[in-house]
């Protein structure tokens, strides 16, 4: 079945510094949606980025992420972190944009902590 | 924006009793899925319902789990019998027909003992 890898566990960046969190994919379905989803402690997860046109760049809140089906990658890109910035962030596949059958494949999401 | 509530937000039972985690999605969405999130670990999928159906499950969704919207009402998951390994954060959540972004519930903490 589908699969999403992410940057392992915890990241620690000191304020100001570009924020990098990967995310590769697995799926058989040429066509597939990515998702960053972003999780503030004690909240829940909500929609940050999503994307399912190839080598388009798509930017929401000062994060940007391109979907580039050659590597099958999707990363999350932020040019200078801001300490509101630290939470859990998610990749998320799926196979198709809606319709019944449509369900999301999460990474093990990275843990974002930016530092003063 | 969109809010999908749940209730409740923290329940603590037994082993072996039921309980029954409620769900009020956003009000126009058609799709309803269940996840389930163990402390210090990755949200996993549960189960996607549709007009009145399970869709899909995954293997978290044992035999003792069911879910249901009877006549539009919350979106329900129970867990009966409960056991240990059920303690988690469930989130609720839910979308319309034509996108794939879901909109979460706060959740709601189970802790069994």
């Known amino acids: 079945g589908d699969s999403v890898t992410q940057t392992e566990g915890l990241v620690t960046l000191t304020e100001g510094l570009p924020v990098m969190l990967n995310c590769t994919y697995q799926?058989?379905?040429?066509?597939?949606?990515l998702f960053w989803y972003v999780q503030h402690l004690n909240e829940s997860p909500r929609l940050l980025l999503k994307s399912f046109t190839d080598n388009k760049r798509t930017e929401h809140q000062g994060f940007h992420a391109t979907l580039h089906k050659s590597s099958s990658s999707f990363h999350l890109q932020k040019s200078s972190a801001q300490l509101s910035d630290s939470a859990l962030y998610y990749c998320a596949l799926s196979d198709r944009l809606g319709g019944s059958n449509a369900k999301l494949t999460f990474g093990k999401g990275t843990k974002l902590s930016v530092k003063s | 924006g969109p809010k999908v509530l749940q209730i409740p937000s923290h329940q603590i039972i037994d082993m072996g009793q039921m309980v029954t985690l409620n769900c009020d999605p956003v009000s126009n969405h058609l799709y309803f899925y269940w996840y389930k999130q163990i402390l210090g670990q990755q949200m996993e999928f549960l189960v996607n319902f549709y007009n009145g159906k399970v869709m899909e499950k995954s293997k978290l969704f044992k035999d003792q789990f069911s879910v249901e919207r009877p006549d539009g009402s919350y979106f329900t998951l129970k867990i009966q019998p409960t056991a240990l390994e059920d303690s988690a954060v469930y989130f609720c959540?839910?979308?319309?027909?034509?996108?794939?972004?879901?909109?979460f519930g706060e959740g709601s903490k189970l802790t069994v003992l």
């Open positions: 799926t058989i379905y040429s066509n597939p949606f």
């Open positions: 959540a839910s979308r319309t027909a034509n996108t794939g972004q879901l909109y």
